[in-house]
């Protein structure tokens, strides 16, 4: 569990840095990879890391958080959001 919380850590650091989208708090939250979120929401991998950087997931459409949501199990909205601490 520690290593878990480390790489969440590690994710939120970069999402405060201006580094990476919420998308990847979410990611190591749930334990996966870019590999296996793009099997589970049906993207090419380098799809999935390109949603990774701030500037292209402010600028997804709205079916595509959709599916992430989905898969996370929250809304696009929390999908959108990560916690301060």
Sequence with gaps: WEVIGQEVAKALEGI???KLSPLAF??????????????????????????????????LNQTVP?????DFEITVKQLQQYPEK
């Excluded at 959709?66 to 989905?70: A, K, L, N, V």
């Design 16 to 18: 405060r840095a201006g």
């Design 26 to 59: 979410h990611m190591a939250k749930s334990q996966m990879n870019t590999g296996l979120l793009a099997q589970y929401v049906g993207f090419s991998r380098w799809r999935v890391k390109r949603h990774l950087k701030p500037a292209v997931f402010k600028r």
């Design 66 to 70: 959709e599916r992430y949501s989905d």
